[in-house]
């Protein structure tokens, strides 16, 4: 079984900074893509930010320039750096990895149960 805890949610002002960090755990053989994702109330969830085992990252257009999103490959743990964050921001961030459970085995999509983050004067 394999759990994502998110952690560092929470209220800030806007232009205000927080770090999310996910730490993955159980029988993981190897993590593939880590990322992080949001959904606002009565929205869908969006990508926001996502990066491969070699370091690749991809950004969604609406926080380019604001997050940026690192890993530690060993610890099995990703972390997103939220900067001038906006009212907008505000949403539930889940976690997401794609792991294999054995070697040469299929990705499997893990999430956590996600992290409120809230942007408000």
């Known amino acids: 079984q394999v759990q994502l805890v998110e952690s560092g949610g929470g209220l800030v002002q806007p232009g205000g900074s927080l770090r999310l960090s996910c730490a993955a755990s159980g029988s993981i053989f190897s993590i593939n893509t880590m990322g992080w994702h949001r959904q606002a109330p009565g929205k869908q969830r969006e990508l926001v930010a996502v990066i491969t085992s070699s370091g690749s990252t991809n950004y969604a257009d609406s926080v380019k320039g604001r997050f940026t999103i690192s890993r530690d490959n060993a610890k099995k743990t990703v972390h997103m750096q939220m900067n001038s964050l906006k009212p907008e921001d505000t949403a539930v961030y889940y976690c997401?990895?794609?792991?294999?459970?054995?070697?040469?085995?299929?990705?499997?999509?893990?999430w956590g149960f996600g992290t409120q983050v809230t942007v408000s004067s």
């Open positions: 997401n990895a794609e792991v294999t459970y054995f070697s040469g085995g299929y990705l499997h999509s893990r």
